[in-house]
């Protein structure tokens, strides 16, 4: 390899994956969504990346994979390939803290952990409104304008918002 | 019967079930009766649509004659199709759609969470996905039952009415057969009177806390799973495949 400045390791893909933001919600990353499994590089520089669909019919997928290539490509790693695989599953507690904290900011409630026992028992579970901060929230419908969303409203502000479904 | 065509048939009754639910479930895109629900249930179609395009290219690859998802959602003749009747059904009114999808759901979900264990991989690794998308969908369908049946006396009819005319479609989820026997001796499809007995306890419980009366086991309609189905097939595929039909290869 010429030179070799900017060597391919797994560290630089990581940093660029970091850059690469989910098409729906765009102020997070891919590797805040938790959906990077894995990343691969072989000695002749080939790099696999690894993604695991958030939910089995989320038509973002195509696009993730999509950019993956187009902002690899612009840092100059073009021997790539983006697989896709489903174990170990993906679930909304693979989100990082970070990506949680974005996505308030951005309007979209964060998922409660699964470990959550309401959801455990099928109970509807206290989500914050990420507008004023109140907890006395309501459902109005259990899908919402994307496959990974809900439909809330806050009581106290009055406001709409969308909680990112908990799986 | 090879231990492979049993698992490709396997896959593909799987696959297809989930298919036309997804394209019954389209249907109501725009018609929902309020804007919520008509997200709801195209978020569902997207969901199941989703698992039948895993289990479709799994039964291409089990296969091992090149076809893809698409060969095989598009390109199959009706016979070849091997859901069951019920998620052919037409839609009718909501109780009707929303009855229809409580019946699978009440199904679907046991059987993913049964298919957690299976020794096949790929079938455990799709079920992963699946069971939580089935917990979810279980969940809608039966608060809807619920407050249709302990609604208005309308909705209550209604949804008793959809209950009465679809209970025929049941007995046809829990059928073994050759396919079935074989997988379950391998480990690999779950035991269906597991699934039925699950089956039974959330029927039972929601219909109770909705005031509705479970229909009587009578005729049972069969034949879904060998090719057999109701006239009502015909004109789904009709609509499904006809850009394939008339524009071969068609991509977008």
Not at chain 1, 121 to 145: H, N, R, W, Y
Not at chain 2, 174 to 199: Q, Y
Request: net charge negative.
């Amino acid at each position: 390899m010429m030179g070799d400045q900017n060597p391919i390791t797994e560290e630089r893909i990581l940093a660029i994956l970091d850059r690469v933001k989910d098409p729906e919600i765009p102020v997070i990353s891919l590797i805040d969504l938790g959906v990077v499994n894995g990343i691969d590089v072989s000695a002749s520089g080939a790099v696999t990346v690894t993604i695991t669909p958030t939910y089995t019919g989320c038509p973002a997928m195509d696009v993730m994979k999509a950019d993956i290539l187009t902002e690899l490509g612009n840092a100059g790693i073009e021997d790539v390939r983006v697989e896709l695989v489903l174990a170990p599953a993906w679930s909304t507690d693979r989100i990082t803290e970070g990506g949680k904290r974005k996505l308030k900011e951005y309007g979209i409630a964060p998922p409660e952990t699964t470990a959550d026992i309401r959801a455990l028992k099928g109970k509807a579970p206290i989500v914050e409104c990420p507008q004023c901060g109140s907890e006395d929230t309501v459902m109005l419908s259990a899908f919402g304008s994307t496959a990974c969303k809900a439909l809330w409203k806050c009581n106290t502000c009055l406001e709409p918002f969308d909680q990112f479904k908990c799986l | 019967m090879t231990d492979q065509e049993a698992l490709h048939t396997y896959a593909l009754r799987l696959a297809d079930d989930l298919l036309i639910l997804s394209h019954r479930l389209g249907e109501w895109c725009g018609h929902g009766p309020v804007l919520e629900e008509d997200i709801a249930l195209t978020n569902r179609a997207l969901d199941h649509l989703g698992e039948a395009r895993n289990l479709l290219t799994y039964a291409g690859q089990v296969e091992g004659k090149g076809r893809d998802e698409d060969d095989l959602a598009y390109l199959r003749k009706e016979r070849e199709y091997l859901n069951v009747k019920l998620v052919e059904q037409e839609n009718g009114d909501y109780a009707h759609t929303i009855a229809r999808s409580f019946l699978f759901d009440a199904y679907h979900l046991p059987l993913m969470e049964a298919m957690l264990k299976s020794k096949d991989e790929q079938l455990a690794a799709i079920a992963g996905k699946a069971v939580k998308e089935a917990t979810y969908h279980l969940r809608h369908s039966s608060d809807w039952m619920i407050r249709f049946g302990d609604g208005t006396d309308e909705s209550h009819q209604r949804a008793q009415r959809a209950l009465n005319e679809l209970w025929t479609f049941t007995g046809e989820l829990f059928v073994s057969d050759e396919v079935t026997s074989k997988l379950v001796e391998m480990g690999v499809a779950p035991d269906l009177g597991a699934v039925k007995a699950a089956f039974d306890r959330t029927v039972n419980e929601v219909l109770a806390e909705a005031t509705l009366s479970r229909p009587e086991d009578g005729y049972m309609a069969t034949g879904g799973r060998q090719g057999m189905h109701t006239e009502r097939m015909g004109f789904i595929l009709t609509e499904m495949q006809y850009m394939q039909r008339a524009y071969p290869g068609a991509e977008w």
